[in-house]
């Protein structure tokens, strides 16, 4: 109840804080951006209150909020408890709402220094309002008896024992509180889960700074110098966001068991898109701080990125996804539908409305069109990124422009995104070699050819080691040799810089790692090895250079079980351990074990544990009134009874009689069907180890004579007989260079830090 | 200038093509087993696991094998390409994404629907007093 009223409270401060700002911005008193600023940092310290109180709802474990307990239960740890807070769609909306009123008070000091507030903070302002609104919408605070009134509302007597709570003590009406809740997904219970969905929403909320940036400069008609203040929150957010992606990939490939790092799932590609926007942006920012160029482009693409969060959180979050998505999206009502979609439409009005009145006032400065130019490469290279977001926008909405265009939504198979963005990134890459070598403006063609003579030997060089090692499709061995030309020649040229002025190297360092990553990328995932093999307990398998022996299983943390496999090969022996377990509600999870070999993976995911029969199972099919033998046993079958009712759903009894020591014994055998999910129920024989169970009823309608029973008969296994032991069934899979994906992320990450660093010194000239 | 325009243009006509070339390519169309076993292109076909039929792994080869029956309530052997998947059991309905030759339908990916735990929970509510 709290929290609601806070968050009613901090979405009316956010909103009067916009007005304010807007009157500001209106030439009205000067005091109404005071006020606004104050509105502003009252409604992000009810952000964070909210967030407080919801947190210490679920730690506490108050099941009468409905949020808590449709995600959490009292069996969780501190830190899943603490990630529970934003497991559900309305908990993750108050994660980035809280991040969102965060960043807005370092945003609106920042601003504050370089006279942009009130511009600016109407802007950021009205977005953090719409996510309070979320909020309100989609209230984390709902009573669990507002979901089930038939269920849990009360009137009249109390609760000998059990949880109440009052609703309406004048009508005597109070509502009974769960005392234990559904859980976290078992695929959450993880601590990436503590820390990924942060970043990300870290990485979503930063998108909405060029945004804001770009409307605040088109508002205050400054269309040149707004650029210099917005790179470095820019660069900020294409770090975050990036470091979130790749985090999100880490996780699916570790613990989840994709199988890869990245799977062209809707959910990653809906954040690659905003990233690619974003990086573009940072490129196209750079050169018209430069030479002037690319005004409306930076205008157009800085608004492009919050919009296609936006539009990634309608696609993810609407339920329009449907089925064709493996993840399961709830649909999470009308209300959320319009909303998101009415907010697109609303941020993409007043972004390229105001674009488009401004632009006969902007100025105009011709790109530099020859092909030895710095900037002709940065415009390439904005282009082809541009349009990688373009062909993976497409793709993920697919379910959307099929559902329009033929009536039923399905997706795109990821081969799509291979084949679309492949010659894009063999293009990038190119690019991201040769822009280092080119001046700004002009260069000499003799120059750069001389330039890019040693960085292209060395990569032929590796190239060729690339082939001899394996890789062989035409396709991928030039996409090879465009991204060790693109690190071979930003090596050389960050060296140089390093010597110079170790803060310029930013760029350098980030295109290195990017071109470590491609080349992770062909040699993990295209010339990955994989085999399913069956070890069956303590026998030696060989396969692919190793050789496993499963040596049994053992119990691990929260019911599941590790399964031990001892690995042998190249000199070296470790054990992988993958995780099986049952989930009530999901079936069963299985988590795979990685062993880092530095120069490859060895990655083992389990797939099933078979356990020998003990037992053995033969099929009888019987007439009416016919007898036969079943494990020794004389047995009858004397025709099957029906009945229907909402307890049971179908049911079908079948009649066995069995003869032994001269009496008849009547058995049931039992067949229920209800809502389709099939369900048979066995009988054992009195005295005797035999079970019957049905295999299937097949009646005739036309004549009842022919009208059969099949029946499983299961008899206690022959004394005699060999032992069998369990069989673990795994696929195994080498990854060879894999690290140089995560290498190249810290590349990324470090040129990153580097040039926000360096950009944001600049913001202070 | 007039080249450059024109140059930029057949450029991004030629992307656009290609793009959409490559989407009606790689769109994986819905459809039944009727209509899947007269195509050569990669379908997927909605429908319910037949539990009570015969299933089974073949850990040799890593194929699971079950008998699937399509909304028409055309039934149909599907060989999928690995495992069981996750939620099989619990599933309501499936999607298979495959071709269908030799007899079978060999799928590359199964989708699972699953009984939503947001629907029906007034279920799960009692249990948990």
């Known amino acids: ?765 | 200038m007039n080249l450059k325009i024109v140059i930029a243009v057949v450029v991004i006509v030629a992307a656009l093509i290609f793009g959409a070339m490559s989407f009606v390519e790689s769109n994986v169309e819905y459809t039944d087993f009727a209509r899947a076993e007269t195509v050569a292109k990669k379908v997927q076909v909605k429908g319910v696991w037949m539990k009570e039929k015969e299933a089974s792994f073949d850990a040799s080869k890593s194929q699971f094998t079950f008998i699937m029956k399509d909304d028409n309530a055309k039934e149909a052997t599907v060989v999928l390409e690995g495992a069981k998947p996750n939620n099989f059991d619990i599933a309501t309905s499936i999607v298979a994404k495959g071709r269908y030759h030799d007899g079978a339908f060999h799928a590359t990916e199964i989708l699972t629907k699953c009984p939503s735990k947001y629907n029906g929970d007034s279920t799960a509510v009692k249990k948990s007093l």
């Open chain 1, 1 to 765: 109840m709290v929290g609601a009223v806070i968050v009613k409270l901090a979405f009316a401060a956010s909103l009067f804080s916009v007005l304010c700002y807007a009157a500001h911005y209106r030439n009205y008193a000067p005091r109404f951006q005071v006020i606004g600023r104050y509105l502003y940092f009252l409604a992000a310290a009810g952000i964070v209150g909210a967030a407080g109180v919801h947190i210490e709802h679920i730690v506490t474990h108050q099941f009468q909020y409905y949020y808590v307990w449709n995600h959490s239960s009292t069996d969780l740890p501190l830190s899943l408890l603490v990630s529970t807070s934003y497991a559900g769609q309305e908990g993750s909306f108050m994660l980035w709402a809280f991040y969102t009123g965060i960043l807005g008070i370092f945003l609106s000091r920042y601003a504050m220094k370089r006279n942009y507030e009130s511009e600016l903070m109407m802007v950021f302002g009205s977005i953090f309002s719409f996510l309070l609104l979320m909020l309100i919408v989609k209230d984390p605070f709902a009573m669990v008896w507002d979901v089930f009134p038939n269920e849990l509302i009360h009137a009249g007597a109390l609760p000998a024992n059990g949880a109440f709570l009052w609703i309406d003590q004048a009508k005597g009406l109070w509502g009974q509180v769960p005392v234990e809740g559904k859980g976290l997904n078992p695929l959450l219970q993880n601590y990436w889960m503590v820390i990924h969905p942060q970043i990300l929403f870290i990485g979503f909320t930063s998108m909405s700074v060029p945004f804001s940036y770009a409307a605040a400069g088109m508002l205050k008609r400054d269309y040149v110098s707004w650029i210099r203040a917005a790179a470095p929150w820019t660069i900020f957010g294409a770090m975050i966001l990036g470091t979130g992606i790749i985090m999100g990939g880490y996780w699916a490939y570790e613990t989840l068991g994709w199988g890869g790092f990245w799977g062209w799932d809707p959910v990653e590609n809906s954040s690659l898109v905003p990233w690619l926007v974003c990086v573009a942006s940072v490129h196209t920012m750079l050169s018209q701080r430069r030479s002037g160029a690319f005004i409306k482009t930076n205008f157009v693409l800085s608004m492009l990125c919050f919009i296609m969060v936006l539009y990634a959180t309608f696609l993810t979050r609407s339920g329009v996804l449907g089925d064709t998505s493996v993840h399961s999206f709830v649909d999470a009502g009308m209300w959320v539908y319009w909303m998101l979609f009415a907010v697109i439409v609303a941020y993409a009005a007043f972004g390229f409305g105001l674009f488009f009145t401004r632009w006969k006032e902007m100025p105009v400065v011709p790109v530099e069109h020859s092909f030895f130019s710095r900037e002709f490469a940065l415009f390439l290279g904005a282009s082809a990124l541009v349009c990688i977001s373009v062909f993976v926008a497409i793709g993920t909405s697919a379910p959307l422009i099929t559902g329009i265009t033929q009536g039923k939504p399905s997706a795109v198979d990821p081969s799509f995104y291979v084949t679309t963005t492949l010659p894009l990134g063999i293009f990038i890459a190119i690019l991201m070699g040769a822009g280092q070598l080119l001046w700004w403006k002009r260069s000499n063609a003799k120059e750069v050819l001389n330039g890019l003579l040693l960085p292209f030997v060395l990569a032929a060089l590796l190239t060729i080691a690339a082939i001899v090692i394996g890789a062989h499709h035409l396709p991928m061995i030039i996409f090879i040799l465009a991204s060790s030309f693109a690190l071979f020649a930003n090596i050389i040229i960050g060296f140089k810089i390093m010597k110079g002025n170790p803060k310029l190297a930013g760029g350098s360092l980030a295109h290195v790692g990017i071109a470590l990553m491609f080349l992770g990328f062909v040699s993990s995932a295209k010339y990955d090895e994989k085999q399913t093999l069956s070890l069956e307990e303590g026998r030696k398998v060989t396969s692919m250079g190793y050789t496993m022996t499963y040596v049994g299983y053992h119990a691990a943390e929260r019911g599941r079980f590790a399964f031990t496999v001892e690995v042998e090969g190249n000199g070296r022996s470790f054990i992988v351990e993958p995780v099986m377990f049952q989930a009530e509600d999901m079936g069963l999870m299985r988590s795979p074990d990685v062993k880092n070999l530095i120069t490859k993976d060895f990655y083992l995911a389990p797939v099933s544990l078979e356990s020998p029969e003990e037992s053995n199972e033969r099929e009888i099919t019987l007439h009416v009134n016919e007898t036969a033998d079943a494990g020794g046993e004389k047995v009858t079958y004397r025709g099957y009874e029906f009945s229907q009712s909402a307890e049971t759903g179908n049911r079908v009894a079948a009649n066995i009689d069995v003869l032994r020591d001269g009496k008849v014994i009547r058995v049931q055998v039992l067949m229920l069907n209800k809502r389709g999910q099939l369900q048979f129920i066995p009988a054992v024989i009195p005295g005797t180890a035999v079970s019957l169970a049905i295999k299937s009823v097949n009646p005739n309608k036309t004549d009842e004579s022919k009208a059969t029973l099949s029946l499983t008969v299961r008899t206690p296994p022959d004394p005699g007989a060999p032992k069998k032991r369990d069989v673990l069934i795994v696929e195994a899979t080498i990854k060879p260079f894999i690290n140089l994906v995560w290498l190249g992320t810290f590349a990324m990450i470090g040129g990153f830090l580097i040039t926000i660093f360096r950009r944001y010194q600049e913001t202070k000239k």
